[in-house]
């Protein structure tokens, strides 16, 4: 089985957010997959997508934070400023976390671990809407 | 072809491991997949697979002490700590080197380049036993 | 569908290149899958794939740049320093970017973002040719 849809993301402020749910959501025919794998690409070139904590909010602000002190905005040697400061940075982090993902999955679910969900890294400040699409392929 | 199965690993000190070949030998089917992609996907989320250099172990040497370097103990803004100092790096760690991998398959045997193997990361201290859900399509 | 097929890139100075196009013309097959996957592997392990901005070259270059500054050669605790002070580096920044992606393909198409291109980072200064394995899973 095969299907494919794409998914839009409403905006979110700068920051890690957990979008396990709403992605689930999305896609009903997970349901129907005994085994399988949905991959997962984020249309965009300055946001990401990672698979991490799923429970403490501290954990996404702390990554969030790491990065910004990583890539800060202005470094002398960039020279693709003209998209605004934070252009260039959230360009560097897309790559770090990336933007693709392929997720297991078993009985009709994501077979996550225990403490994986997904994350949406906005890495802009006004990024607008993302889109992801999402590709599933495997046994009913 | 659909395989699926979860391969447990004994604890590690922290540090980067070549399983390669432990994985390989607990995967018997890969050998009946003339073509595919072989889905590894770690269930947790303070260690990391990451693909690298199989031979040399300071590579592995280098690249946990290059990590440590870039994501300390104890920065300043870290709020999730309770989980102690090496909590909050290894969730750093995690999203940096990722925590799935997929892997052509071509005539029963993973396609690696001469000088790839298969590390896991283990960024905590004392990460216990970790699983991976190996997921298999391909043609026999 | 399954195709497989091992793509010979020529050698391309230190930094990051836009090869979206010349790999798309070396698989033809694309075209017949109306929705799938293709797996790129990069069979290496100092030199890397990621998805990033396909029209600015300034961008290619400020990320080069950055990486050149987070990981620097001759780092005093670098043990695996026999292949060239730039070989150590490279292995860093192949975990850190990723060494495969996989793609979504729709209607015969890789479906990149409009801003999505595929980047091959050289992290050698001669780092020779370069070998992708390409492989596609799909429906036609």
Redo the contacts between chains.
Sequence with gaps: M?H?EEIHLSERPRGFHLITHELVGALPWLAECE???L?L?????SASL?????S?P??R???D??LR???PEG?P????TLEGSDD?PA??M???????????V?SGRL??????GI?LGEHREQGGER?I?A?L???D
Tied chains: 1, 2, 3.
Excluded: C
């Design positions: 095969w494919q085994r399988g794998l991959h690409q984020l249309l965009h070139t990672t698979l991490n904590e799923n403490d501290d954990v602000h702390d990554l934070a790491f002190e990583l890539v470094l040697y960039f020279r693709h260039m360009h560097v897309a790559s770090l976390m990336g933007t693709q993902l392929s997720l297991a078993r077979a996550l671990g225990t403490w994986q994350w889109r699409l590709t392929s495997g046994q």
